[in-house]
């Protein structure tokens, strides 16, 4: 059986957080237990490196926790997960992990992730 991946592509990310959303909904998690989470890195001042004054760096990225299970139900009725299903910037994908890391390898501010069995 093939290895899964999400590839969360967090230059689109809006931060929106309906991954999350869509997440407890589908598992049933309590208030305060997430199966992904939406965080910030930012904002923070960075030097541009054109020389023409100053830019910020604030990203919102989608960091699935150890509850995550790619949504095993939904895959196996032949449906993606949950949250990429819902992604309303549709910068998540999910694959196989070479399909995703070959994805990965195209363009920067991407990150990839894979759970333990």
Partial sequence: MPKYALLIDYEYCTGCQSCEVACKEEHDFPVG???IRVLDDGPWQKDDANDQGSSFNWNKIAVPTDLCDLCARRLENN????C?????????????IEEMAAE??????????A???
Avoid: D, I, S, Y
């Fill in 33 to 35: 237990k997430w199966g």
């Fill in 79 to 82: 449906r993606e997960p949950a």
């Fill in 84 to 96: 990429v299903h819902n992604c309303l910037a549709a910068c998540m994908r999910f694959g196989t």
């Fill in 104 to 113: 990965l390898a195209k363009k920067p501010k991407q990150v990839m992730w």
């Fill in 115 to 117: 759970p333990t069995e």
